[in-house]
């Protein structure tokens, strides 16, 4: 139970995600994200880690790291992970999220959603985002988007819960280590729990949302806002020097050629190909 819940908690509220979803999506629904995704991940890990039998447990007597150094050292050791690896896992993801909204936002008429039944629209995105990977990152600047553009924050609630948690790696993963019995109850769990979150949240905000828009955005921004998007864009350029192009698009290339692969789990040295193992965006859990 215990590792179920961290496999959805672990790529669905990552500090970057909640970070850019303050600016994007407002404190509400910043809010609503992190309290939803903590309880899909208690409820899910719960109810489907009760219905796992006992696995065999291959102990690990190998000593665990100390922590050395001095506190400068492990100052400029954070400094590197957070500026750095940080940065060169996040990047093409966000990237990516940004383009994609930028595109869609002037081909998406404002009425379609509208033309929707009514109700419909939550569960209608709980379901697409579940089979395809969804970086939680790169789904925050679309999402703004889809809200802006007339979708309900219940529905784009859901689409933030499912995308990242459920994917064909994880049903791979859980598929070999439980069954796919096992693999299903895990999907239908978290599918259901996102969607009557999503509803709630829909009963709960009457008013409409404030989204970051670029019709919103200053005309004349601040001497502060200049200063840290230039810093932004350095540790952006800096991250594509250091990978170079081929590896820097490559993370997510190398993600999507995965879930193609008949719902295998990646085998071992291949996850998250490009990208330190344990920082790949969105699949770090599943991946493990």
């Not at 590792?3 to 850019?20: K, S």
């Not at 407002?26 to 039998?53: D, E, H, N, S």
């Amino acid at each position: 139970a215990a590792a179920l819940a961290f496999l959805v908690a672990t790529p669905e509220i990552g500090i970057d995600a909640l970070l850019l979803s303050f600016p994007l999506l407002g404190a509400k629904m910043t809010v609503a994200r992190l309290v939803a995704a903590a309880l899909v991940a208690i409820l899910a890990g719960w109810f489907v880690g009760r219905l796992a039998g006992p696995q065999a447990r291959a102990i690990d007597d190998t000593p665990l790291q100390a922590v050395v150094g001095t506190v400068p050292q492990r100052l400029g050791a954070g400094l590197r992970m957070g500026l750095g690896e940080l940065v060169d896992t996040t990047a093409p993801w966000i990237l990516l999220g940004l383009a994609i909204a930028a595109v869609a936002t002037p081909l998406l008429d404002d009425n379609w959603f509208a033309t929707l039944p009514a109700g419909t629209d939550v569960a209608i995105f709980a379901l697409v985002g579940m089979p395809i990977y969804v970086c939680a990152s790169g789904a925050t600047p679309l999402v703004a988007m889809l809200i802006d553009k007339g979708v309900s924050p219940g529905a784009a609630l859901a689409l933030l819960l499912t995308g990242p948690a459920t994917n064909a790696t994880t049903f791979g993963v859980l598929g070999q280590l439980h069954g796919k019995r096992l693999a299903l109850w895990f999907a239908a769990t978290v599918a259901g729990i996102s969607i009557a979150l999503g509803y709630l949240l829909n009963r709960v905000l009457v008013a409409p949302l404030q989204v970051f828009t670029p019709a919103g955005a200053e005309h004349h921004p601040s001497r502060l806002a200049m200063t840290t998007l230039v810093a932004l864009a350095l540790l952006v350029i800096l991250s594509l020097l250091r990978q170079g192009p081929r590896r820097f698009v490559g993370q997510i290339v190398a993600t999507a050629a995965e879930h193609d692969n008949d719902g295998d789990a990646p085998a071992a040295g291949d996850h998250c190909s490009g990208a330190p193992q344990d920082q790949c965006c969105g699949d770090r859990a599943s991946g493990d």
